[in-house]
């Protein structure tokens, strides 16, 4: 009997060994903390797939376990002035510094979109939460976190047209009067899927000739960039790296457009383009856009192009025609849609699937001539900057935030 437990004890202590360890990079600092973390998202996501495969709740739906358990109620403090807002009828937490008397000067403005693959994620997360704090003590600014609706019960676009409108009303000489706000020192920024909604709505500003205030800048934090290929080298050499596998991030990509099934199939095995979109794959050929360093140990190949993907007829509004949309693939735009763009910030990760995205809008921003700032962290990995908290806190967020935020002080 005793020899029985001790069996079951050593069963239970090696599967658990073997659970938390993974083959993660030397390099990466605080390397153990990570693998248990990780531990915990793996646990979760096995747990929503069992429980989607037996029909309890879809798989999302069991991963948004994650931000309700780091959810907070965003109340004001010594120093800053919490509120919450509906704007055109989107729900934004606002940010603002307390006034100190006799100081009337106007105050630069952060539009901050939250990541979380436009499926999880709020603007009420505490690292979100203590982000924004730290935004308006550190630069005297006001921050506007917009809580936009997420798939999969609102696909694209309905995320971005939130935001969308958001900042529209924000952008207005009378609304930003009433907050106290520089109408010339806006910035819109975002990390991960935030940082695909704050380039695409940067894009769409630029575009329309009547819109009197512009943004000064965009900083984008590992943003996701485009949907074409899913086989970058950064894809490959990361697909099973903590927080963000490629398996999730094509899950995150494939709800973004549809609850099909099929799409997801085929975006795994990078078979997704239709003849639409095929057309703009130039734009994110990263043997063109990528530096040699992080080519050479890949042999570009285009990715196939087959008709009627996810089972929908071409031509269609459907998954089809939003994979050629530059409002989900801000890469997918010529040159001459990016010349006018506000300057940018572009924080990429060694260790990250979106790592080459990321790269490419730096190369291709920079050969239209736009103003970037390109902070790489050749230890950093994919959602770093969100752990700030006990007890998942990482040294490597403290750098990113403060980087970031030195950043926005310097050129906003
Ligand atoms: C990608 O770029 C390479 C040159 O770097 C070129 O030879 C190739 O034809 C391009 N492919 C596509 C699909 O744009
Ligand atoms: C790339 O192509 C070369 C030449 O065909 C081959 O020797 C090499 O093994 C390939 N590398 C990869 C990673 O497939």
């Not at 360093?293 to 192009?305: D, H, L, Q």
């Not at 939003?322 to 924080?347: F, G, H």
């Not at 050969?367 to 994919?382: L, N, P, Q």
Request: charge should be negative; glycine fraction near 6%; proline fraction near 6%.
């Amino acid at each position: 009997m005793r020899f029985g437990s001790i069996i079951v004890f050593v069963a239970l202590c090696s599967f658990t060994a073997y659970y938390i360890y993974e083959p993660i990079p030397e390099e990466i600092e605080e390397r153990w903390k990570l693998m248990l973390t990780n531990s915990f998202f793996r646990s979760l996501s096995h747990l929503a797939d069992l429980s989607e495969l037996l029909g309890l709740k879809d798989y999302m739906g069991v991963m948004y376990f994650i931000t309700l358990a780091e959810k907070v109620v965003p109340v004001s403090d010594e120093h800053v002035k919490v509120t919450e807002e509906k704007f055109d009828g989107v729900e934004v937490v606002l940010y603002q510094p307390k006034q100190k008397d006799g100081n009337t000067e106007l105050r630069r403005a952060v539009i901050y979109l939250h990541g979380g693959g436009w499926c999880l994620g709020s603007s009420r997360m505490s690292p979100y939460d203590l982000l924004a704090r730290k935004i308006v003590t550190e630069l005297d600014a006001v921050v506007l976190s917009v809580e936009y609706r997420l798939a999969p019960a609102h696909h694209f676009p309905v995320p971005y047209e939130d935001v969308y409108r958001v900042v529209k009303h924000f952008l207005h000489k009378g609304v930003l009067a009433q907050y106290s706000v520089d109408p010339g020192r806006i910035a819109v920024s975002g990390d991960s899927a935030g940082g695909n909604l704050a380039a695409a709505v940067s894009q769409q500003l630029q575009k329309e000739p009547g819109q009197q205030v512009q943004l000064k800048a965009q900083a984008l934090i590992y943003p996701v960039l485009q949907a074409l290929d899913l086989n970058t080298p950064s894809y490959q050499q990361n697909q099973d790296m903590p927080i963000l596998p490629r398996t999730l991030m094509v899950r995150f990509w494939s709800e973004y457009f549809t609850s099909d099934r099929a799409l997801f199939r085929a975006m795994m095995a990078n078979t997704h383009n239709n003849p639409e979109s095929s057309s703009l794959l130039k734009f994110v050929n990263w043997s063109a856009f990528l530096p040699e360093t992080y080519r050479r140990k890949y042999n570009y190949s285009a990715p196939a192009v087959v008709q009627g993907v996810g089972g929908e007829a071409v031509g269609t509004e459907g998954p089809s025609r939003s994979l050629a949309d530059p409002r989900a693939s801000p890469l997918l735009v010529p040159d001459t849609d990016l010349r006018s763009l506000p300057k940018a910030y572009i924080l990429t990760c060694e260790y990250d699937v979106l790592r080459d995205d990321g790269i490419m809008y730096v190369t291709r921003l920079r050969s239209a001539g736009v103003e970037v700032t390109h902070e790489h962290y050749d230890t950093g990995f994919h959602g770093g900057l969100m752990f700030t908290v006990w007890p998942t806190d990482f040294l490597i967020a403290r750098r990113m935030t403060e980087n970031y935020i030195k950043w926005l002080e310097e050129n906003l």
